[in-house]
Nanobody, 129 residues
Framework: QVQLVESGGGLVQSGGSLRLSCAAS????????MGWFRQAPGKEREFVAA???????????YYTDSVKGRFTISRDNAKNTVYLQMSSLKPEETAVYSC???????????????????WGQGTQVTVSS
C-alpha cells in the first residue's frame, strides 16, 4: 500500500481559495484512483472528489454536488501527487481533508469510503466567515 501525506491546508476567508496536495510514497499512483474526503467536527466523513485511472481511456473526475464548479481534482503521476484546487470556499467546508487511494475505477463506488485502501492523516482547512 502507498503512504499518503496531505498538505496545503490552512486558514482562509470565506470566498477564498486553497490548493491541497497529496503526495504518495512507497508505490506509484499511476494505476490507482485517488479521492478526497472531508470530515467536519462532529460529522461523518464525506466524499468530496475522486479521479480514476483508466489508462488509454483517460481519467475521469467525480465530485459531490456541493463542490461542482468550485473544486477541481487533478493528478500528476510523474510527481506521484494528487491535488484538490478549491475556490469560493464556505465556512461550512471547514474540515479535515484526507486523500485516500483505491484500486477501483468505478465512479459509483469511489464515493464510498470502504472502497479505499490507503488513507493519509489529513490536512486541516478552516474557512472563516
Amino acid at each position: 500500500q502507498v503512504q499518503l501525506v496531505e498538505s496545503g491546508g490552512g486558514l482562509v476567508q470565506s470566498g477564498g481559495s486553497l490548493r491541497l496536495s497529496c503526495a504518495a510514497s512507497g508505490g506509484g499512483i499511476n494505476t490507482l484512483s485517488m479521492g478526497w474526503f472531508r470530515q467536519a467536527p462532529g460529522k461523518e466523513r464525506e466524499f468530496v472528489a475522486a479521479i480514476t485511472w483508466r489508462g488509454w481511456r483517460g481519467d475521469s473526475a467525480y465530485y459531490t454536488d456541493s463542490v461542482k464548479g468550485r473544486f477541481t481534482i487533478s493528478r500528476d503521476n510523474a510527481k506521484n501527487t494528487v491535488y484538490l484546487q478549491m475556490s469560493s470556499l464556505k465556512p461550512e467546508e471547514t474540515a479535515v481533508y484526507s486523500c485516500p487511494a483505491s484500486k477501483t475505477d468505478s465512479g459509483f463506488f469511489l464515493r464510498r469510503q470502504s472502497r479505499y485502501d490507503s488513507w493519509g492523516q489529513g490536512t486541516q482547512v478552516t474557512v472563516s466567515s
